[in-house]
């Protein structure tokens, strides 16, 4: 069992940057695919950003050039460094993981408030 712990969020003024971090328990070297999920207020769960083992990213056409993802395998991290927040921004984010063999395995984060102001 993996466990991911995100940490970072907070109140933030429209223009301004967060770091997000997510903390995984197990290694994610061997992690296929991990990424940000965020769910604003009423609505539905999205995907933000990914990256694979292989270290392509992918991002959602609503957060290019503003936000970017990464990861240090050295201390099981990834990070959403988020730049230019908007309030349509804010959410709950959630740090996602995902093994594709030798079974298919996925784990979620608690989740960090992000709150930005206009």
């Known amino acids: 069992q993996v466990q991911l712990v995100e940490s970072g969020g907070g109140l933030v003024q429209a223009g301004g940057s967060l770091r997000l971090s997510c903390a995984s328990s197990g290694s994610i070297f061997s992690m296929n695919k991990m990424g940000w999920y965020r769910q604003p207020p009423g609505k539905q769960r999205e995907l933000v950003a990914t990256?694979?083992?292989?270290?392509?990213?992918h991002y959602a056409d609503s957060v290019k050039g503003r936000f970017t993802i990464s990861r240090d395998t050295a201390k099981n991290t990834i990070y959403l460094q988020m730049n230019s927040l908007k309030p349509a921004d804010s959410a709950d984010y959630y740090c996602?993981?995902?093994?594709?063999?030798?079974?298919?395995?996925?784990?979620w984060g608690q989740g960090t408030l992000v709150t930005v102001s206009s």
């Open positions: 996602h993981a995902r093994y594709d063999s030798p079974q298919y395995l996925e784990f």
């Open positions: 990256i694979t083992s292989g270290g392509s990213t």
